[in-house]
């Protein structure tokens, strides 16, 4: 119970986040949108072998951190919590594609290992990027940023609610784990035919409890539009952020900066 909890308070902390007071936060949410979307786009869209690349892309996430003041360690252990997707997705790359592609010294690594890696590092760059947007505007920002860029509303309303009714499924799960801890002795944790009935259970009173939530909204006048306290306001600051990032992006996507750079460095000694 203890454990469900402490993941809520966790999730909420990128909430809290974004309330910072920093030239970052204070930026317009679509700026902010926009700048990461074409930042994604570009990492995604760097070949598989192009480890080399992507170094230059590491740029942005660190700039963001810093001048924000956002905390390093808990961007990375939500990173790592879903790399397990990332990891099997490309962990049979290299029995599939075994060419030599790279040696170091003794070392010989082949295509597959180097596609495994790359996927390994596009994953951390774009996952890094969503999760600093979103503690650096908040989620409801970010959903009204989308609406306000006219994506459609049934989508941008569906993606909030699945937001807000993750907390509505996180605190029904651990009344009914507080409730059978009261009600039992038996501290071995949840066993098989036990896990079933609650799991079943918890679909029933998550469902129970969101129809309430919808009729709560609906008495409050809720109209499928997203509104939040702080007003958007797109300036040049904002247009000079998405234009200054862009042509980073480009610049590094269309070429090698890492090989450029280093060779510059080289030719000084």
Same mark, same amino acid.
């Given at each position: 119970?203890?454990?469900?909890?402490?993941?809520?308070?966790?999730?909420?902390?990128?909430?809290?986040?974004?309330?910072?007071?920093?030239?970052?936060?204070?930026?317009?949410?679509?700026?902010?949108?926009?700048?990461?979307?074409?930042?994604?786009?570009? !990492? !995604?869209?760097? $070949?598989?072998?192009?480890? %080399?690349?992507?170094?230059?892309?590491?740029? /942005?996430?660190?700039?963001?951190?810093?001048?924000?003041?956002?905390?390093?360690? /808990?961007?990375?252990?939500?990173?790592?919590?879903?790399?397990? &997707?990332?990891?099997?997705?490309?962990? &049979?790359?290299?029995?599939?594609?075994?060419?030599?592609?790279?040696?170091?010294?003794?070392?010989?690594?082949?295509?597959?290992?180097?596609?495994?890696?790359?996927?390994?590092?596009? #994953?951390?760059?774009?996952? $890094?990027?969503?999760?600093?947007?979103?503690?650096?505007?908040? #989620?409801?920002?970010?959903?009204?940023?989308?609406?306000?860029?006219?994506?459609?509303?049934? #989508?941008?309303?569906?993606?909030? #609610?699945?937001?807000?009714?993750?907390?509505?499924?996180?605190?029904?799960? %651990?009344?009914?784990?507080?409730?059978?801890?009261?009600?039992?002795?038996?501290?071995?944790?949840?066993?098989?035919?036990?896990?079933?009935?609650?799991?079943?259970?918890?679909?029933?009173?998550?469902?129970?409890?969101?129809?309430?939530?919808?009729?709560?909204?609906?008495?409050?006048?809720?109209?499928?539009?997203?509104? !939040?306290?702080?007003?958007?306001?797109? $300036?040049?600051?904002?247009?000079?952020?998405?234009?200054?990032?862009?042509?980073? &992006?480009?610049?590094?996507?269309?070429?090698?900066?890492?090989?450029?750079?280093?060779?510059?460095?080289?030719?000084?000694?």
């Amino acid at each position: 119970m203890a454990t469900i909890e402490n993941q809520l308070f966790d999730i909420r902390t990128m909430d809290t986040l974004a309330s910072g007071k920093s030239n970052l936060h204070r930026l317009d949410p679509r700026a902010k949108l926009i700048t990461t979307l074409i930042y994604v786009v570009m !990492v !995604v869209s760097l $070949g598989k072998y192009e480890i %080399s690349m992507m170094v230059p892309f590491v740029l /942005y996430p660190v700039t963001m951190l810093v001048g924000a003041d956002l905390p390093v360690f /808990y961007l990375l252990k939500k990173i790592l919590l879903v790399s397990p &997707f990332a990891i099997l997705i490309g962990i &049979f790359n290299p029995l599939m594609d075994t060419t030599p592609l790279v040696q170091i010294g003794s070392l010989s690594l082949s295509g597959g290992w180097i596609s495994f890696f790359s996927i390994l590092i596009r #994953f951390a760059l774009t996952v $890094g990027a969503a999760l600093i947007l979103i503690c650096l505007t908040g #989620f409801n920002t970010v959903c009204m940023a989308l609406e306000k860029l006219k994506v459609p509303t049934p #989508f941008v309303v569906q993606l909030l #609610f699945l937001y807000r009714y993750l907390f509505v499924l996180i605190e029904e799960a %651990s009344r009914m784990i507080r409730a059978r801890s009261l009600r039992t002795f038996d501290t071995s944790g949840l066993r098989f035919k036990v896990f079933v009935p609650l799991l079943g259970q918890l679909l029933l009173r998550t469902l129970d409890r969101a129809h309430r939530i919808h009729l709560a909204m609906l008495c409050r006048g809720f109209d499928g539009h997203i509104r !939040v306290s702080r007003p958007m306001h797109f $300036g040049h600051k904002d247009l000079l952020f998405i234009l200054s990032w862009s042509f980073f &992006f480009i610049l590094a996507r269309s070429y090698n900066l890492s090989v450029i750079v280093g060779s510059i460095i080289e030719g000084f000694f």
